[in-house]
């Protein structure tokens, strides 16, 4: 249910879902960037 996830879960959820999904990406290049940056 969209309307449940909205009400509170969606915050810790989406950061969890930000985090994971950056690995996944970062895993091919991002994180060489960042790595680079830093």
């Not at 969606?10 to 830093?38: E, H, M, T, Y």
Request: without cysteine; positive net charge.
């Amino acid at each position: 249910v969209p309307g449940q996830l909205h009400e509170g879960p969606i915050r810790p959820g989406k950061r969890l879902a930000v985090r994971i999904a950056r690995f996944i990406n970062g895993s091919g290049g991002q994180v060489r960037r960042l790595g680079r940056r830093r």
